[in-house]
T-cell receptor
Framework: DTAVSQTPKYLVTQMGNDKSIKCEQN?????MYWYKQDSKKFLKIMFSYNNKELIINETVPNRFSPKSPDKAHLNLHINSLELGDSAVYFC???????????????FGNGTRLTVT | SQQGEEDPQALSIQEGENATMNCSYKTSINNLQWYRQNSGRGLVHLILIRSNEREKHSGRLRVTLDTSKKSSSLLITASRAADTASYFCATRNYGQNFVFGPGTRLSVLP
């Protein structure tokens, strides 16, 4: 019974294509995130949604567009893929509202994106 | 800018030995958390220490926090081969963002 699930696990595609990664959490959390992990294992926040509202939008090319149809889902759509987009993308969720500063992040198992 | 910085970047020890990883950060925090990442998997939360705490234990894990030095350490005692993973610290202020360090790759040799 996976708490944060993301699909697909692997994604191999050519430059210029458009692709999507889906994420769902069944923990009832109010906030979801997308992180990018590069080849050196460095994790960088991309987006954060709180109750379907965009809260954090780091310096990410506008080719990346998150979509949150409801607070249990946060999908990531990437247009015109480039070689530098190759990385592992992690979805995560946490309870942020109220006095929940001590709620940790729960991660999915990642989507390894390879752009050729 | 990146908040947490772990050292060492990589650590190799024998089974049964203790492993110590350090994390430094730059700004004020509400709490600091440690996560483990096994190869090909997502990060898993290990332990959280609040800014008003100095030490915390969980099983074989011991975390310390020194807010005056803006640093934390994670000690894993009596290490096992299954502890082989990357370990990350993450800081959280009063917003929604968790900021991760670059991680320490721990190898525990049988």
């Amino acid at each position: 019974d996976t708490a944060v699930s993301q699909t697909p696990k692997y994604l191999v595609t050519q430059m210029g294509n458009d692709k999507s990664i889906k994420c769902e959490q069944n923990l009832g959390h109010d906030t979801m995130y997308w992180y990018k992990q590069d080849s050196k294992k460095f994790l960088k926040i991309m987006f954060s949604y709180n109750n379907k509202e965009l809260i954090i939008n780091e310096t990410v090319p506008n080719r990346f567009s998150p979509k949150s149809p409801d607070k249990a889902h946060l999908n990531l759509h990437i247009n015109s893929l480039e070689l530098g987009d190759s990385a592992v993308y992690f979805c995560a969720s946490s309870q942020v509202g109220g006095n929940s500063y001590n709620s940790p992040l729960h991660f999915g198992n990642g989507t390894r994106l390879t752009v050729t | 800018s990146q908040q947490g910085e772990e050292d060492p970047q990589a650590l190799s020890i024998q089974e049964g030995e203790n492993a110590t990883m350090n994390c430094s950060y730059k700004t004020s925090i509400n709490n600091l958390q440690w996560y483990r990442q096994n190869s090909g998997r997502g990060l898993v939360h290990l332990i959280l220490i609040r800014s008003n705490e100095r030490e915390k234990h969980s099983g074989r894990l011991r975390v310390t926090l020194d807010t005056s030095k803006k640093s934390s350490s994670l000690l894993i005692t009596a290490s096992r081969a299954a502890d082989t993973a990357s370990y990350f610290c993450a800081t959280r202020n009063y917003g929604q963002n968790f900021v991760f360090g670059p991680g320490t790759r721990l190898s525990v040799l049988p």
